[in-house]
């Protein structure tokens, strides 16, 4: 693409991610408390910090499938807030439910099977989107952020929460070694699936640089898009507005 990385071709990529999580989506909680050391957590409270949802908003979670984000944004919504979760992958969905309906958590919830590259939302119904390590598995990434820039109300906004390249000195090698040698072996440890987390670690290394995204977000029409790194880059959020 002109954004110059890599894509697996389509109808290979929407197959290969749509059996990547359902057959993760059993073990998938407990990976990624693994994987991250539990690090995870705290990368999605600071989202939803940053994301500031308030009392009676409507907000959309997309590719939400394991219903983190809606736990943690739930209270701060209420009352008569609308939280949708929207996930591709029925399987992940199910995750979701279970955990929110576990936590007394359903109440305003809905949950939608859909693809975020074609959302079954009006223009202009959300005041905040959510999506947390979700677009580096879409086949087209900007697609999606076209799509987020829809649905969004004037003045709502927007966080991305995705795996981005390590900044510190040092940190590349070391992360390095965790990805390729550290992870897939715990995959097939614990979830009998090297090729899946293989494939995870494939994707983080593919997926755009902070500024490259920056620059998709704002192609996507998105404003003021500003970028906050965590653990040294290897996550970022970028968080954009519609204007
Ligand atoms: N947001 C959750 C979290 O942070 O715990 C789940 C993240 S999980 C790594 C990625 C999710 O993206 C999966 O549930 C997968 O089904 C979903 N996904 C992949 N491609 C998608 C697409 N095109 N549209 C919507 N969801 C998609």
Same mark, same amino acid.
Not at 73 to 82: A, C, E, I
Not at 102 to 111: N, P, R, T
């Given at each position: 693409t002109h954004f110059g990385y890599q894509e697996v071709p389509e109808p290979e990529k929407e197959t290969r991610v749509r059996r990547v999580f359902s057959s993760v989506a059993g073990s998938y909680d407990l990976m990624n408390d693994l994987m991250s050391l539990g690090i995870h957590r705290l990368w999605k409270r600071f989202t939803v910090d940053l994301a500031r949802p308030r009392p009676g908003q409507a907000?959309?979670?997309?590719?939400?499938?394991?219903?983190?984000?809606a736990a943690l944004?739930?209270? =701060? %919504?209420?009352? +008569? /807030? =609308?939280i949708v979760v929207s996930d591709i992958n029925p399987d992940m969905l199910a995750v979701g439910e279970k955990r929110l309906a576990?936590?007394?958590?359903?109440?305003?919830?809905? !949950?939608v099977e859909a693809n975020a590259e074609e959302l079954p939302f009006p223009d202009r119904s959300f005041d905040l989107v959510t999506l947390a390590f979700g677009i580096r598995n879409m086949t087209h990434p900007e697609r999606a952020l076209r799509e987020i820039h829809r649905v969004l109300k004037t003045g709502g906004r927007v966080l991305v929460l995705e795996f981005s390249h390590p900044r510190w000195p040092?940190?590349?090698?070391?992360?390095?070694?965790?990805? !390729?040698?550290?992870?897939? =072996?715990? /995959?097939?440890?614990?979830?009998?699936?090297?090729?899946?987390?293989?494939?995870?670690?494939e994707s983080i290394r593919r997926f755009p640089d902070q500024e490259t995204f920056r620059a998709?977000?704002?192609?996507?029409?998105?404003?003021? %898009?500003?970028? +906050?790194?965590?653990? /040294?880059?290897? %996550?970022?959020? +970028?968080? /954009? !507005? =519609? !204007?």
């Open positions: 907000v959309l979670d997309l590719a939400g499938g394991t219903g983190d984000l944004m739930y209270r =701060r %919504v209420q009352p +008569h /807030g =609308r576990d936590k007394g958590m359903l109440a305003g919830v809905e !949950f040092g940190l590349q090698s070391l992360y390095d070694l965790y990805s !390729f040698n550290i992870l897939p =072996r715990l /995959g097939e440890l614990i979830a009998k699936d090297r090729e899946s987390y293989q494939y995870l670690v998709m977000m704002e192609e996507a029409g998105l404003a003021r %898009v500003d970028v +906050h790194n965590l653990s /040294g880059g290897i %996550v970022a959020i +970028h968080r /954009g !507005f =519609r !204007f």
